[in-house]
């Protein structure tokens, strides 16, 4: 189940994780003469994917309510700024051709709350997501159609993805002449910060292993086979 709808309208993806598209064109792609924009703030989304345009900036962690709402104090400065790009374009192949994309690439650290050892710590985040525009809420429920273009073979590719996946088709949005990109943003943050964060390995694990004494190395018992050889050359 991947997010779909207006920015803001948050859902979940499957495996928990920014997804990518298939079938659209990479960044380097895009005509070198588009022009780059700056700033989070609402764009024509339609035309931004038409005229391959890009935009790129950054913003403090601590302005993006819906991100650390439940979540431990954000640094400030540097440490806690999210940067983020993106990118227009149209689909190139396939059954993306002429489809109006935006890829939007997410990165940030931010501090959230280990739940096994209560101790905060910042998890880092680089995400890259493909959006596909969409003209309504009545477009976004057309994924099925693409599934009956799959391929029977495919069934026994990637475990859990199935023929021609949804799952490797770009999330679908509606866009807009007024795109709220800021809060697209916030949705791909809040959906690759896990919902049960944990360390790796907690501190306290790590420093109560450093002092546990060294095991006695276990004495090995003889084999009962061995015993009985010894028995017969006694004899």
Known sequence: MTPKGKPGDLGRRADGSAGAGVNAAPADKVLEAAPVETGVKRIDAFAFARLGKSAQ??????????????????????????????????????????????????????VVMCQRCNVPFAYPVDSEVVLQLVKSEDDLDDDHSFADHGDDDDDEGDEGVGRDSV???????????????LAQIEDELILSIPYVPKHDVCPGAQAKASEAPEEEPAVKRPSPFAVLEQLKHKD
């Open 57 to 110: 900036g950054a913003i403090a962690l601590v302005r993006l309510g819906r991100v650390v709402d439940g979540l431990p104090e954000q640094p400030l400065g540097e440490a806690g700024l999210v940067t983020w790009s993106v990118q227009g374009e149209e689909g190139k192949t396939g059954l993306l051709l002429g489809q109006p994309l935006l890829r939007l690439h997410v990165r940030a650290n931010p």
């Open 167 to 181: 799952a490797h088709l770009p999330e679908k949005v509606v866009g807009s002449h007024h795109f709220d990109l």
